[in-house]
């Protein structure tokens, strides 16, 4: 058996060779049509009035948060994030000066708890909410929504790990005011690097489009634009070199669009393998705990286990070529980064899984006979974690 990898790439030779002919071409290289036009079909896709392509996940959620702040959405800065997320699902928070209050998991979905969800609103009314849909899982997004709608809290759906995942009939990703996807290696599409952000409000998408160039004007849509001119008086001389946000650069190329449009076409086909891995996996490993939610399709990015011999668990597994790793970050706030500036703070679910969270191998190319044998070798070594 050859060594079982936990993502795998997602860019196939007969998107390389594609690749290489349009290169042939002498093609712009730089962001141009073909970033519109993938843009559109990710729009159509996801069912969203506006996708913003940028060169990372991490860079959608640094967009939003920015753009937020620009469009002087928010009461205050505010927000609660989850301690089971990803680094840069917090950091570009913390960097625009947000003042972050991490939220506990759910035992169940791996998303937010939502009793502590609560109390954080209660005790320090934020005007903000970013989420993760954990290895493809959604939160309790019917419990969430009614408790933002109570204390008035915006939501952002962090949804790198869930493209394809669908809730109450929806595609994660559209139930908040904007929502963020990765594109990069071992996600369920790959455009070597690259995110999107999706939303549906027509002025804080130009607000994003222009801070995701430099924060000038070109980019933005022909009637915003106008405006803007018009109100700081720009004539055409000064028209491109006009910023009016503060801006990054956080573009793609085209090069990255043409791998994306590729990825589009086979995208519900990547998701189906991913489901049926999932579910072979919750059949095979009955006994464990299983990660569950309310999630119709599971666009499965990992599953997820929590064993308490991790370590033993973790060689065992690498010695017979099966490939594993801690489950996202663990708890965020056991994080150096996160300790550097504030005090650990008390977290239990997360806690757990910091010390028994793993998450095994899924991709488009694992096979039925591989997510077989990787239960097999779990449950001959495996000592489970009762996390309920
Ligand atoms: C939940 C989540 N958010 C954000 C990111 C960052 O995406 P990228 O690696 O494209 O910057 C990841 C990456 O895996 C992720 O899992």
Sequence with gaps: MKNIKLTDNTISLKNINSLINWLKKNPRLTKGDLTLKFEKIFS????????????????????????????????NKIMIAPAVSWVTTVTPFLQMGYDVKLCDC?????????????????????SLLILVHVLGHANDMKSIKKICSKYKVRIIEDTCEALGSTYEG????????????????????????????????????????????????RDLENYERNQLEKKYKIDNVRSLYTFYYSGF???????????????MKVLTKKIRIRFRN????????????????????VSNFGYAIMVKNRKELFDYLKKNKIETRPLICGNMGQQPFWLKRYKRPHLPNAEKIHQYG???PNHENLTEKQVK????????????????
Excluded at 374 to 382: D, H, N, Q, S, T
């Design 358 to 360: 793993l998450y095994l």
């Design 278 to 297: 999932f579910k072979l996996y919750l059949k095979n490993l009955s006994s464990f705990w299983a990660q569950q939610s309310g999630a119709k399709t």
């Design 249 to 263: 650069n956080l573009r793609p190329t085209d090069l990255n669009a043409f791998l994306g449009i590729q990825q």
């Design 106 to 126: 759910s035992k169940s979905d791996l998303g937010l708890d939502i009793s502590h969800l609560e109390k954080l609103c209660k005790r320090y009314r934020p």
């Design 170 to 217: 929806k595609n994660l990703g559209t139930l908040g005011i904007a929502s963020t996807f990765s594109f990069y290696y071992g996600h369920h599409i790959s455009t070597i690097e690259g995110g999107m952000l999706t939303l549906d409000d027509k002025k804080l998408y130009n607000i994003l489009l222009s801070i995701r160039s430099h924060g000038w004007g």
């Design 44 to 75: 159509n896709w996801i069912k969203r009035r506006y996708s913003i392509f940028v060169n990372s996940g991490s860079s959608a959620n640094l967009l939003i948060a920015q753009g937020l702040l620009e469009a002087k959405m928010l009461k």
């Design 373 to 388: 044998y990787i239960c097999e070798k779990v449950k001959l070594k495996a000592l489970p974690y009762n996390f309920t």
